[in-house]
């Protein structure tokens, strides 16, 4: 069963797909399994992302709606959507989001983000707390390293400010007076609704998604939630490799 993501305030569900005897998750509009629905107090840990390290000098930029990872001149280029309080894309980072930026520091492909909030319905803010901070981060040049760990330590519950900066305190050079206010006060709240414009005007029905050329990579199989799988389904789209 997909699950349906109506545009403008959206009601959500659930995507899980059966395709081609794989199961196929994600997160649709709105509080479910796997989303991340509670107080934010629950599960507040901090985690860093294993692949921190190879991260601390890939650069990051704001390009409109899109935060772009990777050497501008990069040969190819991957689209990937996620909204923070999606537990799936959580996995999605732990294995495929991993490999794709290990990928980018090797100058082989530059990885496009489109950062949704549309599971903030009913009045929530976990997403757009975290889209802010994500965005903020750009300024401070450690885009890559804060949004690894963000996904790495991703709450049961919402996201929270003191979550947000507890995260932040864990990659070296982040935190500061600038950082610190923008979480505090929401300064990129208008980016993250442009943001959120942007997701849904690529027609997405859900998160996560990557995309090469306008075609989802990874999906329908559910390789994006296994590093070995995803990195063969990048190459035989001609990343990382040789086409297969």
């Not at 403008?8 to 649709?28: D, E, F, H, K, N």
């Not at 997701?199 to 859900?206: D, K, L, S």
Request: proline content about 4%; some cysteine.
């Amino acid at each position: 069963m997909v699950g349906v993501r109506r545009t403008g305030r959206v009601v959500g569900v659930v995507v899980a797909a059966a395709l081609c005897g794989g199961a196929v998750a994600g997160c649709g509009a709105g509080a479910g399994p796997g989303a991340g629905s509670g107080s934010g107090a629950a599960g507040a840990v901090v985690r860093t992302s294993p692949v921190a390290g190879r991260l601390a000098d890939l650069p990051a930029r704001v390009d409109g709606a899109k935060i772009v990872v990777g050497d501008p001149a990069a040969p190819r280029t991957a689209q990937v959507l996620v909204d923070p309080r999606c537990g799936y894309c959580a996995k999605f980072e732990g294995a495929g989001g991993e490999v794709l930026l290990e990928l980018a520091a090797q100058g082989k492909v530059k990885v496009e983000y489109l950062l949704a909030s549309f599971l903030d319905g009913g009045g929530a803010s976990g997403s757009v707390r975290a889209v802010n901070a994500l965005r903020a981060s750009v300024e401070a040049g450690k885009f890559a390293e804060y949004q690894a760990a963000v996904f790495a330590s991703q709450p049961k519950g919402r996201f929270t400010d003191g979550h947000l900066l507890a995260i932040a305190a864990a990659v070296p050079g982040l935190r500061g007076e600038a950082f610190d206010r923008a979480v505090a006060e929401q300064t990129y709240k208008g980016w993250v609704g442009e943001a959120e414009e942007a997701f849904e005007a690529t027609g997405a029905r859900g998160t996560p998604m990557v995309r090469v050329d306008g075609r989802p990579v990874g999906a329908k199989d559910g390789a994006m939630f296994d590093a070995a799988a995803f990195a063969k389904a990048l190459k035989d789209v001609g990343i990382g490799g040789a086409a297969v």
